[in-house]
T-cell receptor
């Protein structure tokens, strides 16, 4: 059974804080993704990674960075959190040869 | 900009009826299509994938694909209240990427 875990289900941070969201998958997937989901806007891709130390910008990378030092772990970093980054953050992973993505449980981040 | 369009709903059907969910996409190079179900406050879970034209059945679910019309649909037979959720259509971007493009989802409400 594929398992994707995220470090927190709920997180409350203050404006200007540096925020780390961690994602770990246990199926040796090459690809990992970070999305945010907002009402009416659907899932929007922030960053993705095809391999260790590789990263690619998605559709809305501004204000975010990522790190992938190990194959199983993909971190999303908010360098200086702002209120407009309040959202549900979803991590996903997939095999290169496969096509479907498997999602973690999500982190609901509130920035005050 | 590659797009996936869905009617946001809500689509309301009585228990036991057939629910029909529709999706259109703009990327003619897309070859892989997915339906995810998302309960309120939870992350998306894959329920169907389809890769070739025609119908694919899995239990009460049938996915239909028409690449010429760039149209994907999901039929849910004998709808149950537990099917009440948001259904996300996702299309794998054409080419060598592993990026999924998501629609904003259709909210399905099955009335007991």
């Amino acid at each position: 059974d594929v398992k994707v875990t995220q470090s927190s289900r709920y997180l409350v941070k203050r404006t200007g804080e540096k925020v780390f969201l961690e994602c770990v998958q246990d199926m040796d997937h090459e690809n990992m993704f970070w999305y945010r989901q907002d009402p009416g806007l659907g899932l929007r891709l922030i960053y993705f990674s095809y391999d260790v130390k590789m990263k690619e910008k998605g559709d809305i990378p501004e204000g975010y960075s990522v790190s992938r030092e190990k194959k199983e772990r993909f971190s999303l970093i908010l360098e200086s959190a702002s209120t407009n980054q309040t959202s549900m953050y979803l991590c996903a992973s997939s095999w290169t040869s496969g096509r479907q993505q498997f999602f973690g449980p999500g982190t609901r981040l509130t920035v005050l | 900009q590659k797009e996936v369009e869905q009617n946001s709903g809500p689509l309301s059907v009585p228990e036991g009826a057939i629910a029909s969910l529709n999706c259109t996409y703009s990327d003619r190079g897309s070859q892989s299509f997915f339906w995810y179900r998302q309960y309120s406050g939870k992350s998306p879970e894959l329920i169907m994938s389809i890769y070739s034209n025609g119908d694919k059945e899995d239990g009460r679910f049938t996915a239909q694909l028409n690449k010429a019309s760039q149209y994907v649909s999901l039929l849910i037979r004998d709808s149950q209240p537990s099917d009440s959720a948001t259904y996300l259509c996702a299309v794998l971007e054409g080419g060598a990427t592993n990026k999924l493009i998501f629609g904003t989802g259709t909210l399905l409400a099955v009335q007991p």
